[in-house]
């Protein structure tokens, strides 16, 4: 199937309006039980960590906000987050009116949480700090007083910036940390196209009892007319200044430092929207950056659950009342994004998934109730004093569906039981353990002790079968004759063992050799486990558009389409899509590459290795054709890049950073600018004296020649390529060890027993 640009765009846009039927247990927002806003990002080695603060309070028909608190969620795999309620309260703190918009890092100087948050709509900014995101928080400014405050007991003043609110805090590379803060416009400070003046920056005192007044800096930025949210992070050498438009986007410049100028760059986040349906109410927006174990997130609100997007469950309002104006009731949601070659920010996509999960959920651990990916039928509580550590409680309407779902759970050899620290008003209340949905196999049930209150806690033991491995989805449901008899204070599995990650292998058990030719349609093997290191492709969406059923069992997703002479290529290529292919070079050096490409103009890829860029954008021009011809994804065009490559097996990513192409082959010829020798028909044949497009190289990856490796239990254990080969000894050269294997043809009917120890 060739498609055109135009027919790959309307294929596009029915994939957008598809997302709206996927299931309604998604990944987005992180919360689906409270109304949450204004979230903020930090991370260490071992959690990204979200604060929001709430619209919980605001009653269905409200027509302003009505904030109280922080709440804190941590998450170590980016599916699975820990809720811990209300972290910090300003009913309960003396001298602090409402507490809004915040902002939250880790100090690597004493290895400390800090936040910076808002006294109400615009009296200040103050400071808290803490060991953990559950506290206790508490002020370490000398006098207890504030950073900033509109009416005096701060340390400085608003400086006449109209809003003085919406602070963020930020440690750079060598310690120093800094607090920005700004919103609205006045006479002295204005907010315009391209004259923005109302976020101010200081920096912190190391010890963290003041800040230099001396250091204040105004944060002038041009672009779009700005309104509030000043947020800074670090990427490489570039500072990042990005803020909230009056037009209700993200916007952000550049810097080399933190204290600016900063250089208008863009617009890094439009408002919240799937499938051309915003997902936000039209409505304002907040955001929070920060990086974790490689990758970057951004976190930010949007307005799901009150609009019942995708079939969330639509929770009433603070009074009990149904479908609460959409606009003062937020959720929290949170997505991956990327940076370009230049180190401009990439826009981000807003997805239902979420993040791919980079690590497994390890059962054998103490886990706050309220820790999950998805969840339905339940509500919460916090208990928070000053001075003291939240605890948060999960709330079963147990007469309903009411569950959690913890996601890429590793019970490795086996758990043997489930453990849960519970309160119970009422007989006969459970909690059943289901893996795959919640009405899938089950597992386990607990029945839980009659403790006479929601207020008094027993622990619950009850054995548990069949959970062993990793389980991609498991349930824990809860059944009760009477709502909110429950309470849920934490809970953790016993058993032993974990199940270690498998890496990406290379396609056929062999690495693609360079200098030579590599068939894009054979890209590394995934892994199995959770790790960026198991991952050997990206794709935007679940669906083969493509019409191959090649490497159907391995990579569902990735585009394959068919060609003349028993080729297979990959197409449908999106921007952000990636394969990654494990390559041996044969000797250090500057390498020509060629690329077997079609396209109707406008696209581009780039090389990296092991990381690293090899290439800039290359630009994928269309092949000619006649004048008023349409283009044909048959027409397939060669594009080449000099390549300087270092001696032995590397990881070579092939990243597309334009939309809609198609990619046959890669060939590496040594020597720079040298001649192809995989041409395309009609161009001039080098020294291999081959046709790559003809049967004689294609024959050799096409799926009758390519079959997966089975041992006599039915593991696959890989692949082989037996073109031109006898099978044992092609089995011998994969690196398959002495032994008898069931092989079964890629895309074809033949199987076969192979005894490679004789």
């Not at 604060?51 to 605001?58: E, F, K, N, Q, V």
């Not at 602070?167 to 400070?189: C, K, M, V």
């Not at 997505?335 to 401009?344: I, L, P, Q, R, V």
């Amino acid at each position: 199937m060739n498609f055109t640009k135009a027919k790959k765009m309307a294929l596009k846009a029915l994939c957008g309006f598809g997302v709206l039927a996927l299931p309604a247990f998604a990944y987005n927002p992180i919360s689906t039980y409270h109304y949450l806003a204004d979230p903020g990002a930090a991370a260490d080695d071992e959690y990204f960590y979200i604060i929001t603060d709430s619209d919980d309070p605001a009653v269905y028909n409200a027509n302003g906000y009505d904030i109280k608190a922080l709440y804190g969620f941590r998450s170590r795999d980016m599916q699975n987050w820990t809720d811990f309620g209300i972290i910090y309260d300003a009913r309960k703190v003396n001298g602090i009116g409402d507490i809004w918009a915040s902002g939250i890092a880790k100090n690597p100087n004493d290895g400390r949480l800090y936040i910076v948050f808002p006294d109400g709509g615009g009296g200040g900014i103050g400071l808290i700090g803490a060991d953990s995101i559950a506290g206790p928080w508490t002020n370490p400014v000398t006098g207890n007083k504030k950073l900033i405050n509109n009416w005096g007991g701060g340390i400085d003043n608003c400086d006449n910036i109209g809003w003085c609110f919406d602070p963020a805090i930020f440690f750079d590379t060598d310690g120093q940390g800094y607090f920005t803060f700004g919103g609205g416009s006045s006479d002295q400070r204005p907010a315009a196209n391209d004259n923005n003046d109302i976020f101010n920056i200081y920096k912190l005192n190391k010890d963290m009892k003041g800040f230099d007044t001396g250091s204040k800096t105004h944060l002038k930025i041009g672009g779009p007319k700005a309104m509030e949210a000043s947020y800074i992070h670090k990427y490489k050498d570039n500072y990042y200044l990005s803020y909230s438009t009056a037009d209700l986007r993200i916007a952000y410049g550049m810097s080399k430092s933190p204290m600016g100028p900063y250089t208008y760059k863009g617009i890094f986040m439009g408002n919240p929207n799937i499938g051309g349906k915003n997902i936000n109410a039209n409505n304002n927006n907040h955001h929070g950056i920060a990086e974790f174990k490689g990758h970057w997130y951004v976190v930010y609100h949007d307005r799901r659950i009150s609009t019942g997007y995708d079939g969330l469950e639509k929770i009433p309002a603070d009074d009990g009342k149904p479908n609460p104006e959409p606009a003062f009731h937020r959720s929290v949601s949170v997505d991956e994004f990327t940076y370009a070659a230049d180190g401009s920010m990439n826009s981000l996509t807003f997805t239902v998934e979420g993040p791919k999960q980079i690590e497994n959920f390890d059962p054998y651990d103490w886990y706050p109730a309220l820790t999950s990916s998805k969840q339905k039928g339940i509500r919460s509580r916090s208990d928070w004093a000053p001075g003291k550590v939240s605890e948060s409680y999960l709330l079963p309407l147990s007469t309903r569906e009411s569950w959690i779902r913890v996601s890429g759970v590793d019970f490795g050899t086996a758990a043997t039981g489930f453990v849960v620290e519970a309160a119970s008003a009422a007989a006969g209340n459970k909690i059943e353990i289901h893996t795959g949905s919640a009405t899938g196999t089950l597992a386990g049930t607990c029945e839980l002790k009659n403790t006479g209150s929601k207020n008094t806690f027993a622990e619950n033991k009850c054995d548990v079968t069949g959970l062993k491995g990793i389980v991609e989805q498991l349930f824990l449901v809860f059944k009760g004759s009477q709502d909110s008899t429950m309470a849920i204070k934490a809970w953790g599995f016993e058993g032993s063992g974990t199940t270690p990650p498998t890496p990406q292998a290379p396609f056929g058990g062999k690495a693609w050799a360079i200098p030579g030719t590599i068939q894009m349609e054979n890209f590394d093997i995934p892994g199995t486990g959770r790790g960026s290191d198991i991952e050997s492709f990206s794709d935007n969406d679940a669906e083969n558009h493509g019409d191959s059923d090649y490497r159907k069992e391995d990579a569902p997703a990735v585009d394959l389409y068919k060609k003349s002479n028993n080729r297979v290529v990959v197409g449908y290529i999106q921007k952000g899509e990636w394969l990654e292919y494990t390559v041996n070079v044969a000797e250090t050096g500057t390498y020509t590459m060629f690329a077997a490409v079609a396209s109707d103009g406008g696209s581009s890829f780039k090389l990296s290795m092991d990381g690293k860029d090899i290439t800039e954008d290359i630009a994928v021009p269309p092949a000619k054709k006649e004048e008023g011809a349409e283009q044909n994804f048959d027409d397939y065009n060669k594009v080449s890049a000099a390549v300087n490559l270092t001696k032995g097996e590397h990881i070579l990513r092939f990243t597309a950073t334009a939309d809609w192409f198609d990619i046959d082959y890669i060939n590496f010829v040594a020597g720079e600018n040298a001649k192809d020798d995989a041409p395309l028909p009609g161009e001039e044949v080098g020294s291999g004296d081959k046709d790559a497009i003809g049967s004689s190289l294609n024959l050799q990856v096409s799926g009758k020649n390519v079959f997966r490796v089975f041992d006599l239990q039915g593991h696959q254990l890989g692949y082989v390529d037996v073109f031109g080969k006898k099978t044992v000894r092609a089995l011998n050269e994969a690196g398959f060890s002495k032994g008898v294997y069931m092989l079964k043809q890629v895309g074809g009917s033949q199987k076969m027993m192979v005894n490679t120890a004789r």
